[in-house]
């Protein structure tokens, strides 16, 4: 039958739908109750006193986002100019803090009078990595503290010593991030999974990921140069919709320099093996421009990075399967802003990512176990492999001076995405030779807004409330014209709203609900032939297929001890994940018979921060479950997803210590399991595409002049041994056992004046001889492959 419409279990009845939708404005109806009891925005009351001021750092530059807290009171965010304004203030003599991550916490005791306005500035000193930071976990930006989940945030200076080790933003946030699996050298970033679960991946919120058919290279689409800061949000979420069951990574692009007209970096390097040089020579090079001239603003670069071919710790070239060795990365990136006044402003960016190898070796295929997998002289009859583009196209309007206080964030965004797989001489899903492509085009549109009320003694309050709308267009097709899985076209609709309460001045209360509609069309089509003529092929009659889910979250936070700041969380993710691998083995000629409902997935978690003297430490523990979960499990050679129910849980720790401007210590350790429920009661073990074994990271910096820096880094990754070889007597597909991998990795940075600095990193300083954590759990000949060995950076800067 064609475009008919297939009901799902969360389709019973037309009514629920009716109930469901009105869910999503129960929060309104409250608010339109408490009207008459509280009042928005300002309460007016003159006998009050404003304090205002800038935040910079010991060279003169604007901090953006740093924290200004007024004891016993208010805390707000800087502007983009690093300026700030708190108004409401009670008269007499106040303790204000600033702090920001990377900077050590400022404070002044200030005498505030009623009725006038007091002007203060701060000026930080570099060195202290404290636990609050403004992030956009609500769509807004806010305090750390005041967001009841865990969020880790990667700044500006710790991707740029990060960058010093490997460019590879899927290596970076691997080796810093607790609860992400580790980068397994390679252009894709399969095994790196947030918490057993898929993360949502995005670059100022334009989605990234491809949920409908997962390529796995959704973590690496853009280059260091243009990242202001990473934001990772842990667990699911429902403010953010389809495809963050295990969260979100945000990618922050960069903004523009507001005190300068024209400005700029020029940064060059080099790199290759240290052990073993030959022929693994690559470079960098990389060129921004920055300014503000009234009130318009931008920001351009254009960077280019080679990689020379890549090696292991014994000398043998690394198999090119997805690699990055001899690979080329070009990434352009335009942002243009202009302010019509104080309280509004138009952003248009635009962003190129392509990243594709090259190269002039082919794979001498190892034994699991045995040997590796290495590179030798050849010629690969296929198409470059990689990203041979990523398109992200933004524009973006902001106002925060709507009646009511309210402030408005509306964006409309395009995504063009092509991840091209590598060409193999027989394929194990079709017959013959062949190279698959994933290509997937996004179009969207996300309306914010933001109402503030006062509740008198009780707090403050506030409503965050919008629309998401996206057209998602997925398919996997070979390069000779044959259809893999065929066009997938998603339209999604999802109303949402957030509320947050400041109860009594420490206690913060998040509570949200978001409405999924989502209908997914696809059209008649066959299944790849499995044999010559046509064979194994089947007919499948198209349709659209329906899919509406309501979910809910909800968080309380205590934030008034910096000793012990606990939060508790309960939120749920949706996901329409992997529908391109349901569709693709097919084996009856309707959708109708095909399993294809959503996964809903409940997130508990209960966690705290704390900060004594020179230690931060942050510690938290969840639970997460889904009824019908989508684990991938190898069936007859063909990874297949099992609708089962699934229960992960985990913990994850961190600290970071003080001792001294020139001696600084950290380090965290991330656990996580997870088993699904078979349909006999059976409870199994997940395999490693979903489940990473313990991560434990450790740093030690050292700082002897105030123009050196020095960092050197642990990765360490355990063991996990959950399964049995099969009758086959080998593993199957991603159950194998993953012993410990140790690798020490350093960073130096020096800063010869104010406008040249150098920058050095070594990648496994040891030259450890090791296998990446996905090389060994996917038991694949062709995928056994040693990671790198020793590899030095050396990047030299000019700002002007």
Known sequence: MHDSSIKTSFDVCSSCNSLKISLVFILFITISILAPTVSFGQNGNNSKASLTGTVNDTEGQPLKYATVTVSGSKSTPTDEQGKFLIKGLSAGTHRVSVSLVGYQTAVKELALIADSTIEVSFALQAGNALSEVVITAGRKPESLKDVPSSVTILNARAIKEQLN????????????????????????????????RQVLVLIDGIPQSTPLMNGSRDIRTLDPAVIERVEVIKGATSIYGNGSAGGIINFITK??????????????????????PSNTAGYRFSQSFSGTVNKFSYVVNGTYNYTGVLKDAKGNVNAQADGLGENSLYNAFVKLAYKPNEHSEIVASYNL?????????????????????????????????????????????????????????????YNGFISMNRYVEQGTAWYGPGQTKIQSFKKGLRLTLNTPWKMGGFGDGELTYGLDLLNDRTNQILTDGRVYIPNMNMLNLAPYAQMKLDLMTNF?????????????????????????????????????????????????????????NPFVSFSQGFAINELGRILRSATSGTLESIATDPIITNNYEAGFSSRLGIVNLTASYYISTSKLGANLVDVGGFLVPQREPERIHGYEIAADIYFSRQWTLGGSYSFVEGKAEQAN????????????????????????????????????????????????????????????????????????????????????????????????????????????????????????
């Open 681 to 800: 009661g059976t409870k199994v073990y997940m395999n490693g595409l979903r489940i990473a074994p313990p991560k434990a990271t450790a740093y030690l910096g050292y700082r002897p002049l105030s123009s050196l820096d020095m960092k050197l880094f642990w990765v360490y990754t355990g063991s996990r041994d959950r399964f049995d070889v099969r009758s086959t007597g080998l593993y199957a597909n991603s159950e194998g056992p993953v012993k410990p991998v140790s690798l020490f990795n350093l960073s130096a940075g020096y800063r010869f004046n104010s406008k040249w600095s150098a920058g050095l990193g070594v990648e496994n300083l040891l030259n450890n001889s090791y296998y990446p954590v996905v090389s060994q759990y996917r038991a694949i000949d062709a995928e056994y492959v040693r990671g790198n060995g020793t590899t030095m950076s050396l990047n030299v800067s000019y700002n002007f």
């Open 353 to 413: 990512f392509r990243s594709v190898q090259n190269t002039d070796y082919i794979n001498v295929i190892g034994k699991y176990g045995v040997t590796p997998s290495i590179g030798q002289k050849g010629n690969d009859p296929g198409e470059a492999a990689g990203t041979p583009y990523n398109h992200n196209a933004l524009v973006s309007y902001h106002n925060n001076a709507l009646p009511l206080s309210s402030s408005l964030d509306v964006s409309a965004y």
């Open 508 to 564: 913060v209360l998040k509570a949200g609900i978001r409405y999924e509609n989502a209908r997914v069309k696809v059209n008649d089509f066959n299944t790849i032939a499995k044999g010559p003529n046509g064979e194994g092929s089947i007919a499948v009659t198209g349709g659209k297929i329906p899919y509406n889910a309501t979910t809910f979250n909800a968080g309380l936070r205590y934030n008034k001890y910096e000793i012990f």
């Open 255 to 276: 903004k523009p320099a507001a005190d300068k007209t024209f400005s700029g970096t020029t940064s060059v390097g080099i790199n290759g093996n240290l052990v073993h």
């Open 165 to 196: 080790v490997n460019p590879s933003i899927a290596a970076i946030l691997g080796n810093t991030i607790p609860g992400l699996g580790t980068s397994n050298n390679k252009a894709t970033n399969a095994g790196q999974t947030l918490r057993g």
